[in-house]
């Protein structure tokens, strides 16, 4: 799998020209050094140019940013290519202290994804998704879902802080996220067939208690919001749906669901019934779903959709009667489906199969028009004749699973059984762009090991970059260094900028913190965060200043029966004030704003025995409420070594008692 070792003296020739050093001055360090530094460690050509087109000296910045889902942590993590650095952590569906999530920074906010008004303080998440203008990343927003308890999160990338998270009321697990081309909605597919509320039901009756849904989740820009009162869902059969994407271009107002479960499944192994490995797999072939959301958000607008649990549901038999919703077989099992850069092509591939197919957007379009269907499933949908639909088979490889699109005609399949990445051609008007014949698989890139998604530069939109691909590896095996039995996942970073067998493997990343499900990879000067808040007294919830926001000058502690309002200024290297006297049983409102305007000046706030801790980013006003009820003395301090001063910056809250 490695390549082999070279001639070190060769390679380092081939390496030095690669690395530019030859004509260069770098200071005392020569050829000879490099020589030797390799010999040391024995890399090979391969090795040494890999390092070169990875490699990010101090001070350099990333070309790109992926934001990878988080897995168990519940968070979003953002990694630069091509150094594969981790840059920052955004906090979401987990508490985290260093940015005070859940400790005094957007409790508000997490108490928003409570589920049947019980905290849920982890995520599982799964898809990002970034907000998109004409169908191309735009960098102002992103969205990610929490597959457990079928929850969605909207990130300000401004400043990269989690404003919004909204609880599913329909079902309890979810898998699939997007957005439609202009971030109308973010569009949610549901998971494991529940009753509607997750309301208690036996297994028996599943095909008619059980169900699945989408929704479509109403963005506002302006608010930066999703807008759960203009948010709609279809009522879908309890078949696994799982991956969605939306239509763009040639299929744009189509969105398309994977489902895996279309035999209605129930397990039962305890009572020597097929367990749901067996029993998920049994049919030759699975469902995509189609759905048109244009006409459905016409139907919901029309008032179309019935109330469930609070929310407006389009019920199977509208959908029927308005041709809202549609179905093709599939290859089982399926994983990705994909929509091609046009919109015109949509790749699907089922894990047991090992062809991708794709099927053409037109011919889809045709299909509706014309009713070629091959029958309809049990709840009346009617089915596209598969042969009517398909466009393309093609043999890649075993496992295949989701797919993504470079600059120049390429797609790209990750294949799970074969540990690797599948490299074909489309056909079509990409055919142009590659030297290999339309539909043919061109190379297959070994990974270690087990790859799950994969993600390119902006591989997922109109307007895909080629450049790097990452693989996201579910295994790592014996690449890392064992901490424990428990190891870390692998991203690696594959050059696909040339073309035919030329795409190696050129990092390996070790991902410690879960298991990361999928990744966006986003051009960084789209993106235009703010280095500091734009004015002192900044409110990041609402963005914007907060007229409460305690003023230099008049900093103070203020009491109204047993309520105590602290108004703190906080700047190197001092809290003021740094007594704070209140009794116990006291409500605290405890007020606090940083003055500091420095770049990366950000100081913490951290009590003892009252689990608060914040995060001050310069000009961010916070607003802390505990009940004092804790008689004692705790020393409160910043968290953030901000100055030589640092360990002065502290302060006293005396609780007396009663
Ligand atoms: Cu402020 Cu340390």
């Not at 109308?184 to 297994?203: D, I, K, L």
């Not at 129930?266 to 749901?276: H, S, Y």
């Not at 030297?435 to 799950?452: A, F, I, R, S």
Request: glycine share 10%.
């Amino acid at each position: 799998m490695k390549h082999a070792p070279i001639p070190i003296r060769t390679a380092v020739a081939a390496s030095v020209a690669a690395l530019g050093l030859l004509a260069g001055h770098a200071g005392a360090q020569s050829m000879a050094d490099v020589q030797k530094a390799a010999q040391a460690r024995g890399l090979s050509t391969a090795d040494l140019l890999a390092a070169a087109k990875t490699y990010t000296p101090s001070g350099m910045k990333d070309e790109f940013v992926i934001f990878s889902s988080g897995g168990h942590s519940g968070q979003v993590h953002v990694i630069g290519v091509p150094s594969m650095r981790l840059i920052r952590t955004i906090a979401v569906f987990t508490p985290e202290p260093w940015q005070g999530w859940g400790y005094g920074v957007g409790n508000d906010v997490l108490a928003q994804g409570n589920v049947a008004g019980k905290p849920n303080l982890w995520g599982d998440t799964h898809h990002p998704a970034l907000s998109e203008t004409n169908g191309d990343y735009d960098g102002e927003w992103l969205f990610i879902n929490d597959k457990v308890n079928s929850r969605v999160a909207v990130i300000d990338l401004r400043d990269f802080e989690t404003k919004q998270i909204l609880k599913n009321p329909l079902t309890v697990s979810n898998h699939g996220l997007c957005v439609t081309p202009n971030t109308e909605y973010v569009v949610e597919s549901s998971q494991y067939g529940v009753p509607f509320g997750w309301e208690y039901a036996t297994m028996d009756k599943y095909k008619e208690t059980h169900r699945g849904c989408v929704i479509f989740w109403k963005f506002d820009r302006k608010q930066g919001r999703i807008v759960p009162g203009e948010s709609f869902a279809l009522e879908l059969p309890p078949y696994w749906q799982d991956i969605v994407d939306a239509g763009k271009l040639a299929s744009d107002g189509f969105i398309f669901i994977n489902s895996l479960n279309t035999e209605l499944a129930t397990g039962g192994v305890q009572d020597k019934k097929p367990p749901f490995e067996a029993g998920v797999s049994r049919n030759a072939t699975d469902l995509l779903h189609i759905v048109d959301w244009k006409k459905a958000e016409a139907v919901f607008r029309a008032g179309g959709a019935k109330e469930q649990f609070g929310f407006p549901v389009i019920p199977i038999e509208t959908s029927i009667a308005e041709g809202l919703l549609y179905l093709t077989p599939e290859p089982r099992s399926p994983h990705g489906v994909d929509v091609a850069p046009r919109g015109d092509f949509i790749v699907v591939a089922g894990k047991l199969d090992p062809h991708v197919t794709v099927y053409s957007a037109e011919k889809i379009k045709r299909a509706i028009a014309n009713k070629t269907y091959s029958g309809s499933d049990d709840y009346g949908i009617p089915i596209l004749e598969f042969d009517a639909v398909v466009e393309a088979r093609v043999e890649v490889g075993l496992g295949p699973l989701h797919t993504q699109f470079g600059s120049d005609g390429y797609a790209y399949t990750s294949l799970f059984l074969d540990s690797a990445i599948a490299r074909w051609t489309l056909g079509g008007e990409y055919g142009k762009g590659t030297p290999e014949p339309d539909w043919t698989l061109v190379h297959k890139t070994p990974v270690q090991y087990n790859v799950g998604h994969l993600g390119a530069v902006h591989g997922d939109t109109v307007n895909p970059l080629g450049r790097y691909l990452v693989s996201f590896n579910k295994w790592s095996v014996d690449r890392f260094l064992h901490p424990g039995p428990l190891l870390a996942q692998n991203f690696q970073l594959i050059d696909i900028s040339g073309q035919g067998a030329n795409m190696p493997v050129i990092y390996d990343m070790p991902i410690g913190f879960g298991e990361p499900h999928y990744a966006q990879i986003i051009r960084a000067d789209l993106l235009k965060p703010w280095s500091i808040y734009p004015e002192v007294g900044w409110d990041p919830h609402k963005q914007r200043i907060d007229p409460m926001a305690p003023k230099k000058g008049m900093e103070r502690v203020t009491r109204e029966g047993s309520t105590v309002e602290v108004w703190m200024t906080v700047v190197r290297s001092q809290f003021n004030p740094d007594h704070v006297k209140v009794k116990q049983g006291d409500t605290v409102i405890w007020r606090m704003t940083s003055l500091e305007r420095a770049v990366d000046a950000v100081h913490g706030f951290a009590v003892p025995g009252y689990n608060i801790a914040v995060s001050l980013e310069p000009g961010e006003t916070v607003t802390v409420e505990f009940i004092a009820d804790t008689p004692g003395v705790f020393p409160y301090y910043c968290s953030e070594f901000c100055s030589a001063l640092h360990l002065e910056m502290m302060g006293y809250l005396m609780v007396e008692p009663n």
